[in-house]
């Protein structure tokens, strides 16, 4: 098995644009998640799906933050009018079902935000 | 909502020795997951080890056992014969059991930098 991948791993902007990144969960994974990690600190869970089924959004995820997993296999995360607060680690997650209750989450290797 | 704390924010450990992380957390659940996972600096987030709450047996993988006690909340990680590839961020994690307040998400404590010394 792969594992997870993110995209990009890097992005630098600045504040007042929209950025993107892209997620794509190790295959058959049906669970993904998104969690934001800024330095020293541990993760933030932001939103996870099941399949396309966004089924739990954190308050951190403000009217500026979407996300989506239009057929079940990679996601995307959309950051619209980006602020300097929004600067951190954005990471992805995937887990299955066929894992004995646990879900484990197999975490990719994250994108760095600098918004400037 | 479930907290996850992490009390030593640095620890220290020679090499081969062995060294013990804590973590306690808060929760009115019966039923639950924890989790400890490891992150090298910059690079992605491994598992190190999981243990179900209703297991009583404490889970071990190779030079990794945790310390479980129900009662007191607490999930301790115990690394014994440590390697300089073990210095990473230790994080211990908690998720709820199926219809709980919490149950997709992880809930992470504040992390435990280890340092290994040659």
């Known amino acids: 098995d792969t594992g997870v991948s993110q995209d990009p791993r890097h992005k630098i902007t600045k504040r007042g644009q929209n950025v993107t990144f892209r997620c794509d969960p190790i295959s058959e994974h049906n669970r993904l998640y998104w969690y934001r990690q800024t330095l020293g600190q541990g993760p933030e869970f932001l939103t996870y799906f099941q399949n396309e089924a966004q089924l739990e959004k954190s308050r951190l995820l403000s009217d500026r933050f979407s996300a989506e997993r239009p057929k079940g296999s990679f996601s995307t995360l959309e950051i619209q009018r980006t602020e300097q607060g929004d600067s951190a680690m954005y990471l992805c997650?995937?887990?299955?079902?066929?894992?004995?209750?646990?879900?484990?989450?197999?975490f990719g290797p994250g994108t760095r935000l600098l918004v400037l | 909502a479930q907290t996850v704390t992490q009390s030593q924010p640095e620890m220290s450990v020679q090499e081969a020795e062995t060294v013990t992380l804590s973590c306690t957390y808060d929760?009115?659940?019966?039923?639950?997951?924890l989790f400890w996972y490891k992150q090298p600096p910059s690079r992605q987030m491994i598992l190190v080890i999981r243990?179900?709450?209703?297991?009583?047996q404490n889970a071990t993988e190779n030079r990794f056992s945790v310390n479980f006690q129900k009662a007191a909340k607490s999930f301790s990680l115990k690394i014994s014969d440590s390697q300089l590839g073990d210095a990473a961020m230790y994080f211990c994690a908690y998720r709820s059991p199926p219809g709980g307040t919490s149950y997709g998400k992880l809930t992470f404590g504040q992390g435990t930098i280890l340092t290994v010394h040659p």
């Open positions: 243990q179900e709450a209703y297991k009583q």
């Open positions: 929760t009115s659940e019966s039923d639950y997951y």
């Open positions: 997650a995937s887990s299955s079902h066929r894992d004995g209750g646990f879900w484990t989450q197999y």
